[in-house]
């Protein structure tokens, strides 16, 4: 994506797809005649980073389960995504499997009882770490875009922190309303 604008919305993105029906990437890619693809890197229970235990509302020290993503672009990292489930949400499935799941993430939590119904998005800068400048494939002290997007129920239970690390030249427009 370096050099060009491409304006994104999170809402395909929050919701499930349907039988058969490529993964929200792969389709937002594909209308703009490109390959979207992402590669799990990280899957199972680790100890929750502050900023996720905040979110998802738990006590200090307790675990989650991490899907870790690199979101690709015609065969180039873009993103790095992680997303963090409490142990109740998401131990012994899926989402602690590092295999593709069928019509994405989303598709399986409503599978499990959880949609999104209420979502917090929280957008900051900063220089990428070491970890994020390999993955990414940028120099050393490149200024990266993160995004934590907390998803809950409609009785406020948050049940997915994703965190998502991209360079700085992503455009976030947000489109509110059903």
């Known amino acids: 994506m370096s050099g060009e604008a491409w304006i994104s919305e999170a809402a ?25 693809g992402q590669s799990v890197f990280e899957a199972g229970e680790v100890a929750a980073p502050e900023a996720v235990r905040a979110a998802l509302d738990l006590e200090q020290g307790q675990r989650v389960v991490v899907r870790a993503r690199l979101i690709l672009l015609d065969e180039r990292p873009v993103e790095i995504a992680r997303s963090y489930y409490p142990l109740g949400v998401a131990q012994g499935t899926r989402l602690a499997d590092p295999r593709k799941i069928p019509g994405g993430a989303v598709t399986l939590l409503r599978e499990l009882g959880y949609t999104a119904d209420t979502v917090t998005e929280d957008v900051s800068a900063g220089l990428a770490d070491p970890e994020e400048c390999g993955r990414l494939e940028l120099p050393p002290g490149s200024a990266v875009l993160r995004l934590l997007r907390t998803s809950g129920t409609a009785d406020g239970f948050p049940f997915e922190a994703s965190l998502m690390t991209m360079p700085t030249d992503r455009h976030l427009t947000y489109r509110l309303g059903k």
């Open 12 to 36: 395909p993105y929050l919701a499930p797809r349907e039988p058969g029906q490529a993964d929200a990437w792969t389709d937002e890619a594909g209308r703009r005649g490109r390959r979207g």
